[in-house]
């Protein structure tokens, strides 16, 4: 699979400097947080079944950031 075709604006974010964390950790629920230099901007609500899931779902908050521009188009 082509990561960076399926899922664009994770890599867009990713590649321009922003930063997606996946997993679980005994300080919060979420398994997926988008962050950028110390801000978070989203963070998950669900558990996810695969990675797969967890990029589709950050995938589809990108875009829910960007038209509620909350952050510039990616």
């Known amino acids: 699979m082509d990561v ?3 899922f664009p604006r994770v890599s867009a ?3 321009g400097g922003g930063m997606i964390e996946f997993g679980s950790d005994d300080c919060r629920d979420s ?3 988008i962050l950028d230099l110390g ?3 989203w963070e ?3 558990k996810y079944e695969s990675l797969s899931d ?6 589809q908050a990108l875009a829910d ?3 509620e521009g ?3 188009k990616l």
């Open 39 to 41: 801000t978070q901007f």
């Open 4 to 6: 960076d075709r399926k």
């Open 65 to 67: 950031l960007e038209d």
């Open 13 to 15: 974010w990713i590649y």
């Open 44 to 46: 998950s609500t669900e």
């Open 70 to 72: 909350t952050i510039d």
């Open 54 to 59: 967890m990029l589709a779902a950050a995938e």
């Open 31 to 33: 398994q997926i947080r």
